[in-house]
């Protein structure tokens, strides 16, 4: 039996049908980072991957706004000049609409993804876990590997 190594998958669809852009990360924590279209405020989502979707366990922001919890309970570590909160939701997979005017960006293991500069603007991006053994690995970029304006 091949042995299968547990990642999270980033996949981007191809615009007219064309091919899908896909990297992954090996790292089980990441971070969703982007800069609310309205508030002009970063908004900061922490993940963890697990063997059946992503468990999403707490958020932060800069300044309240629509769509802000404010019903959960503190998180347990604060950031400086952000209000955190725990959520502990599981999700199975993420559906993440991305522009340059929000900055998205996915930071995992000391990399900084700025996936806003790696797609069109309004992507789509399903964020995902997955389990690859090495030929899936050998097809696929690390995402920190890649070139931030989407070139290979």
Known sequence: MAVR???????????????DKVCYFTDPNFQLRWMHSVEKQWWEEQYQRQDDGLLLTTTYFEAFGAGT???ETLAPVQKEGYLGYQINEQLPRLNWVVSRLTKGEIDYSRHRFLI???VPDYSEV????????????FKKDLCHELKSDGSQ
Do not use: C, F, L, N
Request: hydrophobic share 40%; aromatic share 6%; no cysteine.
């Open 116 to 118: 806003h500069q790696w």
């Open 5 to 19: 190594q547990p990642v999270v998958e980033v996949r981007v669809k191809g615009a007219d049908g064309a091919g």
């Open 69 to 71: 919890p404010s019903t």
């Open 126 to 137: 399903v964020i995902m876990p997955k389990a690859y053994g090495v030929i899936d690995r």
